[in-house]
């Protein structure tokens, strides 16, 4: 069993916050961002130097852990809100989006979502190749040049029930 009170006179307590960053911020900006942050949080060491781990590679996103000490154990909760305030800060000041984009993308000869620095030479975007419209309406699908009667409005005399 670990004694984080003990541990934190001579080490510091490890606090730590999450962000998912799409894949179109470079992850170095993402890191120097997240540990800026972190040094200007007050109650936040500068030894051990903060560090950023990248938990997970998801499908939209990157998550970002920064850990930092701290030697005010009981100063937690406050230092971590202010650690929180201050990564949206250094990110709002920086245009980085703080977000875990989920969407589904229609590839529609746009650039790709890799920094362009980092792009093949020879990379082209995607292109999607026009399909024609069928000329015949479907099976009981009214006519696209026919109006169609209003809901609202009788669309003629009632049928009989079959017998």
Do not use: C
């Amino acid at each position: 069993m670990i004694n984080y009170t003990r541990e934190s006179r001579t080490r510091g307590l490890i606090l730590h916050s999450t962000v998912s960053i799409g894949y179109d911020v470079p992850w170095r900006k993402v890191h120097d961002l997240l540990i800026e942050a972190a040094l200007a949080t007050p109650g936040i060491l500068e030894t051990p130097r903060p560090f950023v781990w990248q938990t997970a590679l998801d499908d939209f996103n990157v998550a970002y852990e920064i850990n930092a000490y701290t030697a005010s154990p009981q100063a937690m909760a406050d230092t971590y809100a202010a650690l929180n305030e201050h990564i949206q800060d250094a990110f709002f000041a920086a245009g980085v989006e703080i977000m875990s984009p989920h969407y589904m993308a229609l590839r529609d000869g746009s650039a790709v979502k890799i920094p362009e620095f980092l792009r093949p030479p020879d990379s082209h975007p995607f292109r999607i190749a026009e399909t024609p419209m069928p000329e015949a309406p479907m099976p009981d699908a009214p006519h696209p040049r026919r109006a169609v009667a209003p809901p609202s409005a009788p669309a003629g005399p009632p049928r009989k029930p079959a017998s």
